[in-house]
């Protein structure tokens, strides 16, 4: 069975950095698009940066671009999440999920880590 964990989320400043880390395991063999989402206190979930598994395209959201950044390691089925000039705005429970095709929705969501901007 497909199963996704994020790690690596924790309490921070504004302007540190942190690395997420987004592990699959299970059937992966069909996964096509990794992706990181995160979700703010009272509002909806928001999609954050996604990658190709077989490629180098990527895409952000306007809010992160620039400063986030989002890379893969097929041989750990593992994608992560650089996320560098961290802002209080950032502060969410961050997930990740996957598409088995450039057609299909995100499935298989994590459990999510929090992330915690202080000012």
């Known amino acids: 069975q497909v199963q996704l964990e994020e790690s690596g989320g924790g309490a921070v400043q504004a302007g540190d950095s942190l690395r997420l880390s987004c592990t699959a395991s299970?059937?992966?063999?069909?996964?096509?698009?990794m992706g990181w989402f995160r979700q703010a206190p009272g509002k909806e979930r928001e999609f954050v940066a996604g990658?190709?598994?077989?490629?180098?395209?990527?895409s952000y959201a306007d809010s992160v671009k620039g400063r986030f950044t989002i890379s893969k390691d097929n041989t750990k089925n593992t994608v992560y999440l650089q996320m560098n000039s961290l802002k209080p705005e950032d502060t969410a429970v961050y997930y990740c999920?996957?598409?088995?095709?450039?057609?299909?929705?995100?499935?298989?969501w994590g459990q999510g880590t929090q992330v915690t901007v202080s000012s």
């Open positions: 999920a996957r598409k088995v095709s450039s057609t299909s929705g995100w499935g298989s």
């Open positions: 990658i190709l598994l077989n490629g180098v395209m990527t």
């Open positions: 299970g059937r992966t063999f069909t996964f096509y698009v």
